[in-house]
């Protein structure tokens, strides 16, 4: 026995816990809305996994970690406000739902445009304004929206996604500003390229471009996106809002 170990042991545990809080996935049937969902939960928290037509997949994830999947397409005003009632009292809320409609400016319909900016970026605001009165209330909770390195340096055939993106971050520092008084924090975690259904359409010319751009020599894993997501959302970063981190193995460095 070695009370130092022992001690270590615990500290490491512990470390980014989530013991006792209740937390909301959005798009956590698949990708890295399933591995933050699964983190979370393993980190200690009750997870709402929210998801719009991947049910069985968002069942599967729910019972791995004892939480449970509610259907709500996050785009519309009324059902993104309806998953925040229905998940209950948060104290953590990550906004991870998102789509691309990829093409060039001079060729994007306003349905493309629409689409995107209303899925990643509206929906950030209908979920955050339903949660933000409760989370007031208690003088307590934790906001993490995914945004992208795309939303910071932009990229060639997504102007629709950039926006998108690069307002999740404008968005999330405003709201950091005015809900820190009340001791909400909201962070953002901007991934680079992360292995997902999402980049599995892009052509493997692409992908590999991106790969020789990328100092550590590999595309991410939804899981890395997942630790610094249940770090932010954790009381160890309790000293740490408006701030976007980003998770690119050096992309865009
Ligand atoms: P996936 O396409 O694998 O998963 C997207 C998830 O979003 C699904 O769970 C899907 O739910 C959900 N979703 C989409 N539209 C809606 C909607 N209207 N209402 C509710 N849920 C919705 O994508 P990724 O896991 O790759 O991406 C997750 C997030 O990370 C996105 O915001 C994406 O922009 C961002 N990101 C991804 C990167 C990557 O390289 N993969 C890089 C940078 C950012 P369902 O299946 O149930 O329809």
């Known amino acids: 026995f070695s009370p130092v170990a022992m001690l270590q042991k615990v500290a490491v545990s512990s470390f980014a816990s989530l013991e006792g809080k209740l937390a909301l996935v959005t798009g956590g049937s698949r990708g890295i809305g399933r591995a933050i969902a699964l983190e979370l939960g393993r980190a200690g928290a009750e997870v709402v996994v929210g998801y719009r037509t991947g049910r069985e997949e968002a069942e599967a994830v729910a019972s791995e970690i004892g939480g449970r999947a509610v259907e709500a ?11 925040v009632e229905a998940a ?24 493309d445009w629409r689409t995107v900016i209303d899925t990643n970026l509206s929906s950030v605001f209908y ?4 949660a933000a009165r409760p989370m007031m209330r208690k003088r307590a909770g934790s ?24 307002g999740i971050v404008a968005f999330t520092k405003s709201l950091a500003q005015e809900l820190g008084s009340c001791g909400i924090r909201a962070n953002v975690v901007a991934p680079g390229y992360i292995k997902t259904q999402l980049t599995d359409a892009i ?20 899981e890395d996106v997942a630790r610094a997501v ?22 865009g460095m």
């Open 127 to 130: 979920t955050c304004r339903a």
């Open 73 to 83: 397409d996050v785009s519309d005003a009324e059902s993104a406000k309806s998953l």
């Open 203 to 222: 052509p493997e010319e692409a992908q590999q471009t991106m790969l020789g751009l990328t100092p550590l020599g590999r595309f991410g894993g939804p």
């Open 88 to 111: 209950g009292d948060l104290d953590v809320l990550v906004n991870n739902a998102g789509l691309t409609r990829d093409g060039l400016l001079v060729r994007m319909s306003d349905d």
């Open 230 to 251: 249940r770090f932010l959302a954790s009381d160890d970063a309790a000293f740490i809002t408006g701030e976007v981190m980003v998770v690119g193995g050096g992309l």
């Open 143 to 166: 906001i993490v929206n995914v945004s992208s390195i795309v939303g910071v340096h932009g990229n060639w055939g997504q102007t629709n996604y950039a926006a998108s993106k690069g």
